[in-house]
């Protein structure tokens, strides 16, 4: 058999779920997707069955979608035993993301550990905002104290759209004024000047913003003291609430989080659910873009925002007054896993749908943080 060369793993830890990928030389050699997070103890045993199945491909480096670095991790960065330590003191700041991802990283650290390992943050690519779009409005001495700023999420995901939109546009990506979107089971919204963030919808942590699949979302916060006071709820309570029973699931009176599923329902709380999640989509789209000079062209990523028309054209809807028309088209071709315009030719502004491809942005940004070219790690 043939000698495939090296390739970068790339692990990718949700809340519930875990993907793994052998990237060479942008390539995708080999996939798998588990809706279910192994356990500690069945990581080691996942990953080298998975390295196993594809067998003369021995990985050169590994790349981590790490959620929320904090102060900690702003860059991809080369793990060591510091760096864990530090990353593990903002876990609380995403308990759905970066344990899972941590258990990963160690568990992977001692099946492979003659080579590089790199966390890649989804904070990196909003870590320039600015100061205007990254403070919020708190006593001073409590930002200074605990770190309080909008980091900003979906960092991996955006990196990829905003260079697969400048090739779609083209034109190079610093000289484009965009909105982007990340739809899926999380979901927000970014504002991109030159190339650069200048403002997004989730902040601190990934449950501000708009409606998610299971997270609410932005709401207010002397709603939340009411119900933590007198006894209403818990800190546990609410917090389970706000993280695994709200968004389109609370929504939909518990039907589903997710977008297909109420599109085909028919009742009056499915329908309700995504109107709501379609309204506050849009409102923060039209936010987003009082941060720019104009709207070079709107661009839907993630699993909703790139497979669910049905949700594209409610969010386009509500954007007349940016001259944004509602797509012409479902799919930006014949070939559905086309990325390209599902708005008329001659639309004022371009709506743009991008396949999520976080894997190849990993492999990219894990390469880069070792500093090895794309010439050596395809061997």
């Not at 790349?63 to 670095?69: E, K, Q």
């Not at 530090?86 to 160690?106: K, M, N, S, T």
């Not at 890649?120 to 001495?141: G, K, V």
């Not at 609410?238 to 389109?248: A, I, K, Q, V």
Request: glycine share 10%; with cysteine; hydrophobic share 40%.
């Amino acid at each position: 058999m043939a000698t495939i060369g090296p390739a970068v793993l790339t692990v990718n830890a949700g809340s519930s779920s875990l993907q793994l990928h052998l990237v060479r030389n942008g390539q995708v050699l080999r996939t798998e997707h588990s809706e279910k997070s192994p356990d500690p103890a069945g990581v080691e045993r996942v990953v080298s069955e998975f390295l196993d199945a594809e067998p003369g491909c021995e990985p050169v480096a590994v790349g981590h979608r790490l959620v929320h670095g904090g102060d900690a991790v702003r860059r991809p960065t080369v793990v060591d035993d510091d760096v864990l330590a530090a990353v593990r003191g903002y876990a609380d700041l995403a308990p759905l993301h970066v344990p899972p991802a941590l258990a990963l990283v160690e568990a992977c650290r001692r099946l492979l550990p003659g080579i590089p390992h790199v966390l890649c943050p989804d904070t990196a690519f909003h870590a320039a905002l600015p100061e205007s779009a990254a403070t919020y409005a708190l006593p001073s001495e409590w930002r200074s104290r605990y770190g309080l700023r909008r980091y900003g999420f979906h960092g991996l995901s955006y990196s990829w759209s905003l260079g697969r939109a400048a090739e779609l546009l083209g034109r190079p990506a610093g000289t484009l004024h965009l909105v982007l979107t990340h739809l899926g089971g999380g979901a927000s919204v970014c504002a991109v000047r030159e190339g650069r963030s200048v403002d997004t919808s989730m902040g601190f942590t990934p449950l501000e913003g708009v409606p998610m699949s299971k997270r609410s979302g932005s709401v207010d916060p002397g709603m939340l003291l009411w119900l933590l006071s007198d006894d209403r709820l818990s800190l546990e309570e609410l917090r389970d609430g706000l993280e695994h029973r709200s968004g389109l699931l609370g929504l939909s009176d518990g039907r589903s989080g997710d977008t297909r599923d109420l599109v085909s329902a028919g009742d009056r709380a499915s329908a309700l659910a995504l109107e709501v999640f379609a309204h506050r989509v849009s409102r923060e789209i039209a936010a987003a873009a009082t941060s720019l000079d104009r709207l070079d062209a709107l661009v839907f990523t993630g699993e909703i925002g790139w497979d669910q028309p049905e949700v594209r054209e409610a969010v386009c809807r509500r954007l007349g007054l940016l001259g944004v028309d509602p797509p012409a088209r479902a799919a930006p071709g014949a070939d559905p896993e086309t990325d390209g315009a599902v708005s008329s030719p001659d639309a004022a502004v371009p709506v743009l749908v991008v396949r999520p491809r976080e894997e190849l942005q990993l492999a990219r940004d894990t390469t880069a943080a070792i500093g090895w070219t794309s010439a050596e790690v395809s061997g």
